[in-house]
Structure formats: structure tokens, C-alpha cells
């Protein structure tokens, strides 16, 4: 049985925002705080309840704000702590929760922790990060290269699991403990309701081991969230657990951990790792979602419901048809993963059914990841299809100026953006899809009021009809008296007789009837005769 305040968060929608993308309010390029201001009741009308906030730190964006130099202050191209404070008051105004990105697991070198540790190896901060005389393993940073970084000021090596200015905390120190809890209860007195963790297994490792889940990780969690000043807040951990014991371990309400995590088992569908296309059909990505919907209700779990992010390529040209089946899959997407029983998120854009965009040259690629890849992709490849790899996927897929309308920057901005615009900006925009009768944005709003209206779509049980054969997913949602049937043909017609009858509730092609023959991508919810 679920605890009152896990069900509680069983009705949020959530949506993330990545800022520097978001609107741009002063027209300098750059998105910003009072950018996301100006688009709060866009976000009410979409049936939005909450919003994860990516970093807003100050910081030298070497990783576009996740190298933090300051936790306590935002980043200077994104406005002041008075506007973050206003748009704090003016969602909560809008009974709009907000949930912010924490980020413990390393700073920016430009950190004053950072500095000072790395002027003497026997100061307060001395210990701050993980300094030693040689590497201590073999370690490879996410973005390339070795995890290991000389340092010519102390004349020793620290370690750095993302880019070469992210050093890692080191969580074996108490000091640590005591200044990351200091940023959270900063903004928890600030009124903040949330925090997405970053990276959140890799506080705790071990040099002869993983770095990440390593044996203090629970207990460190456990410290900064099994707190009175932190027992009301929604936590999301991004995560990279494989087993469900471990994700008990993670969110158990009893725990007093987090309250859920992002895991990517679904994110292998359509990929062989992030750069190389595989073709896998929606019955792969159905069968992976359904395994884990069943193993989180069976646990008491929340399951956090999720097809996009800004560190990747979109789900929908990866899993869907992003060309002339671009509104039936993308609505057919939505309804598999917002009819589920847990706590969705929509990643900007997702909305109105947005897709890869398609870069030329390097050069128009901004993200460090997707150019250490590239550098390292042409040491044994033609550039055109290093290129072609990362178009696939290139974290800056996620990160392209939200298209608003169709004016030249497309309504994020009145000059041009710190990214290359994307290359279907004139053609995909919510303008346009507005206009259209087959309106994504529409489709999810009625999705989103559906849902909200419907106790069954919330705190209702999930219980399977389709089987691994069918090339579409059908599936019940029980609460009390009301009954829901949710089907989703994929990339197939099929012809599906599900046994059940009742109103039909919501179609993206206009259905009248439960059964028979479904167009590739053609979902119904029902209400069941009872
Ligand atoms: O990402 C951590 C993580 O999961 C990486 O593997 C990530 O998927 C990245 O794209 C490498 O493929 C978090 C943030 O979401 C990401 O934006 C940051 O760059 C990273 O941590 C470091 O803070
Ligand atoms: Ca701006």
C-alpha cells in the first residue's frame, strides 16, 4: 500500500525545463529565469503541476551548469537570486511546485571549495575532493578520457568522473555532508519543494571498486534527505540501478531516502549506447516499461514515467516515426507512458512532438560530450558519419531553442541563439502545431486532463492484457468503481479485441469503438461498462 505522501505525488505532472533553451527574456540569446516566468501559464494551461528546474547556478559551463561555482547564487547570463526568488513566489502563486536540480556529486574547478583545495594539502578544504600522488585505478571520465587530472598547483592527481572541470566531491569527508545539507536546507527555506539528484549513486564509491553504489551511499542519503526539514520534499535521483532491490533501497518510503529515480533501462531501446542506431519495434520498449510498471506497484514503488531528458536524443525519432507519422506516434508515445501508474515528466518540447535535428559540421555542435566523441569518432571514421553518429545522438538534440512560433528565432528569442537553431524549426514549432487539426500539444492537454480527472489513471492498479506476442500494448486501470482500458497499437494495423466495452475517452484518431482494427499508432482510452 502506497504511504499518503507517495500517493499524494501519484497526481503531479512534471515538467522539466533546461533554461539556457527555455525563453530568452532580454533577447542576449540565452534563456533565463524571467524567460520561464513569461511561460508559467503556458505551463498551467498545458495541466502542469510541477517543474524540475536544470541547474541555475552560477557556473563557467563547461557542462552548461552542472559545473556549479556557486550553489547559492545563479548563473549571471540567467538573472539574479531575485528573480529566482519571484519565480518561486509566482509558481507557487499558480500552485506550481518547484523542484530543483541538485547537483553533489562535483563542482566547477572555479568552486571556491575547489580553489582552496587545491592551494595546500592541509587546509579546511584540504579534503574537500579526492586527491592523490598517482591515479588510484584506471577510471574513464564520462566525456572521454581518463578520470584522473594532474593538477600543477598541488602537485598531485584529482578525480573527475564527467569533464575535466568537474572534480568530485569527496563524500568520506563530514565537511562535505555538512555543506551539501547547508545548499539543500538554502533552498528549502527558500521555498523550493523538490530536488532532482544528479548522478546520485556515484557519492558513494570505492577506488578498488565502481564509482558508484558504493557501501556509505544509503547512509549518505539517508543524511541529507531522512531530515524534519527535508521529510515533505519530492526527491527524484537519477540513477543507475539495474535491480529493483537496489531501487527499494532508494525510494522505500520507510527508508526516508528519495522519493523516486530516474532508471534508463528503456533508454537502450533504439540504440546500441547513445551514438548507434538499432531498429527495435514499441513491443521492446512496451515489454520493459510493462516488467517495471509491475515490479514498482508490486514494491509500493513510484515509478518515474519518462521519455525524454536533455541528455539525450528524442524518444520519439528514436522509437517512433519522426516524418510522416510524426503526430500518430509521438501522441501514441504519450498515452503508453502518461496512462501508467506513477509520476510522468514531459521534457520541454516533448509537447508538440519534438524530434533530432540535423546538424552539418562539428562546428555546430555546442555540447562537450557529443565533441570529445567526435574527436575520438574521427581518429577511425570519415567526419560525415561522425557527424551522422552524433545527430543521432548528441545531447544537444534536447537543447536547441524551444520553437515556439515560426518567427526567425522562433520565438525564444528576438536575436540569434548560443546554439545552432534546429533544422526543422520552420516546419515543427507549437505554432504550427497549433494550427494543425492533428495537434500534439492538444492531445496531450486532453491527456493530462483525462488523467487528472480520472482516479483510476492516478492511484488506480495496473493490470496487463496484451501479451509479449501483440504488436500493440493494452492494459487495465483499477480504482474502486471506475475502470480504464488503454490500448496502444504500434507500428503495425492490427485488428485487437480486447473482450471489454465502454465510452471511449480519448483517441488520436478519432475512435468511437474499443475493438477492431487500429492504424499504425492508434490509441484509445475507454471507460468499461461495469
Ligand atoms: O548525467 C549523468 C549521466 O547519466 C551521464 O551518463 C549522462 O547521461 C551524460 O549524457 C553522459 O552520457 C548528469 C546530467 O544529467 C548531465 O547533464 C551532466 O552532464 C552529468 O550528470 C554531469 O553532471
Ligand atoms: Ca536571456
Known sequence: MLSKKY?????????????????????????????????????????????WLCPCYKSPNEDNGY???????????????????????????????????????????????????????????????????????????????????????????????????????????????????????????????????????????????????????????????????????????????????EIIRHCKYERNELSTLFQFDHFNCGRRGKFVKKKDSLKKLRDVIVDWQILYQDNDLLHALFTDNHDNGWMLSRMGNDKELRYESATCLAAMFLTLRGVPFIYQGQEFGMVNSKNSRIEEFDDVESINKYNELIKFLPKN??????????????????????????????????????????????????????????????????????????QGKFELISNKNDNFLAFCRKYKNQVLTVVCNFEKESLINTGINGEILLSNMNRTELNGAYKPYEIAVCINNV
Not at 525545463?17 to 520561464?36: A, E, T
Not at 555543506?179 to 548522478?199: M, N, Q, S, T, Y
Open 67 to 245: 559545473d556549479i561555482s556557486d550553489f547559492r547564487d545563479i548563473m549571471d547570463e540567467f538573472g539574479t537570486m531575485d528573480d529566482i526568488k519571484r519565480l518561486i513566489s509566482e509558481m507557487h502563486k499558480r500552485n506550481l511546485k518547484l523542484i530543483m536540480d541538485l547537483v553533489p556529486n562535483h563542482t566547477s574547478v572555479e568552486h571556491k571549495w575547489f580553489k582552496e583545495s587545491r592551494k595546500s594539502k592541509n587546509n579546511e578544504y584540504s579534503d574537500y575532493y579526492y586527491w592523490y600522488d598517482k591515479p588510484q585505478n584506471n577510471w574513464k571520465a564520462c566525456f572521454g578520457g581518463s578520470a584522473w587530472q594532474y593538477d600543477d598547483v598541488r602537485g598531485q592527481y584529482y578525480l573527475h568522473s564527467y569533464a575535466v572541470g568537474q572534480p568530485d566531491l569527496n563524500w568520506e569527508n563530514p565537511k562535505v555532508r555538512q555543506e551539501v545539507k547547508a545548499v539543500i536546507d538554502f533552498w528549502v527555506d527558500l521555498g523550493v519543494d523538490g530536488f532532482r539528484i544528479d548522478v546520485i549513486d556515484q557519492i558513494s564509491k570505492e577506488m578498488n571498486g565502481r564509482n558508484m553504489l558504493g557501501p556509505h551511499l544509503h547512509e549518505y542519503i539517508n543524511e541529507m534527505f531522512g531530515r524534519k526539514n527535508t521529510e515533505n520534499l519530492f526527491t527524484v535521483g537519477e540513477c543507475f540501478c539495474d535491480n529493483i532491490d
Open 385 to 458: 558519419i561522425a557527424v551522422k553518429m552524433l545527430n543521432f545522438g548528441s545531447r544537444d538534440n534536447a537543447r536547441h531553442a524551444m520553437l515556439w512560433d515560426n518567427s526567425k528565432y522562433a520565438g525564444f528569442s528576438e536575436t540569434e541563439p548560443w546554439i545552432t537553431m534546429h533544422s526543422r524549426a520552420g516546419e515543427i514549432n507549437l505554432e504550427n502545431d497549433l494550427k494543425s487539426d492533428k495537434s500534439v500539444f492538444r492531445f496531450y492537454k486532453n491527456l493530462i486532463a483525462l488523467r487528472k480527472k480520472s482516479p483510476a489513471l492516478t
Open 7 to 51: 500517493s499524494d505525488f501519484l497526481n503531479e505532472i512534471i515538467y522539466q525545463i533546461y533554461p539556457r533553451s527555455f525563453k530568452d527574456s532580454n533577447n542576449d540569446g540565452i534563456g533565463d529565469i524571467n524567460g520561464i516566468i513569461e511561460k508559467l501559464d503556458y505551463l498551467k494551461d498545458l495541466g502542469i503541476t510541477a517543474v
